[in-house]
Structures are given as C-alpha cells and as structure tokens.
C-alpha cells in the first residue's frame, strides 16, 4: 500500500511541477507548452533549465 501512495504522489508532484513551468516560462517570453513538455519529461532538471536560463528578449515588432 505504501507503494503505490508513494507513486502517486510523485506523480502528482511531477505533474504540477510541469503546470507550473509551463506558466513561469509564459512569464519568461518563452513558450509554456514546449516548457510544459520538458518539464514533464526531464522532471526537475527542465525547471533548473528554465529557472537559470536567461529570459528571452522581446523584439520591437512583437
């Protein structure tokens, strides 16, 4: 039983971690749907990415 508490967990976790991603990368000029898919993929080293990794300059005619 322990178990598959603990996996759920995780997966909820992992999960709201790349929600959360997805809307900080939104904040960075940066597309939160390809951050949302790192995230959830690469777990918290794409969050590390996107937290340290400059934010993208807007360009004049944006």
């Known amino acids: 039983m322990q178990i598959e508490y ?4 995780v997966s909820t976790m992992w999960l ?10 939104r904040t960075r000029n940066r597309s939160a749907w390809a951050w949302f898919l790192l995230v959830f993929f690469l777990g918290p080293f794409g969050a590390f990415l996107l937290v340290v990794w400059p934010p993208v300059e807007k360009t004049p005619g944006s």
Do not use: D, H, R, V
């Open 6 to 9: 603990l996996a759920g967990l």
């Open 16 to 25: 709201t971690l790349a929600i959360l991603a997805g809307g900080f990368a």
